[in-house]
């Protein structure tokens, strides 16, 4: 049986879907690690430094996506 990680990958989109939803950027009050420990731990149970790695990761996916459409269009 040969491992796949699209489950993963889904789990960090939603988490990515719900920091979207409730980050602030100039909000003290509405900050990462308030996302994480009022939505993220709860749901994914998943340490703050995981949480940040989930996002820095996506959005390196999400980049890399985005790169590989400008390369294949014409």
């Given amino acids: 049986m040969a491992y796949n990680n699209k489950n993963h990958i889904r789990k960090r989109e939603h988490a990515v879907r719900i920091t979207k939803q409730y980050y602030e950027p100039g909000r003290q009050d509405r900050c990462l ?31 890399q996506d985005l790169s590989l459409i400008h390369i294949s269009e014409p």
């Fill in 33 to 63: 690690k308030w996302v994480w420990k009022k939505y993220i731990y709860d749901q994914f149970h998943v340490e703050y430094a995981a949480y940040l790695s989930w996002l820095r990761k996506e959005r390196e996916r999400t980049q």
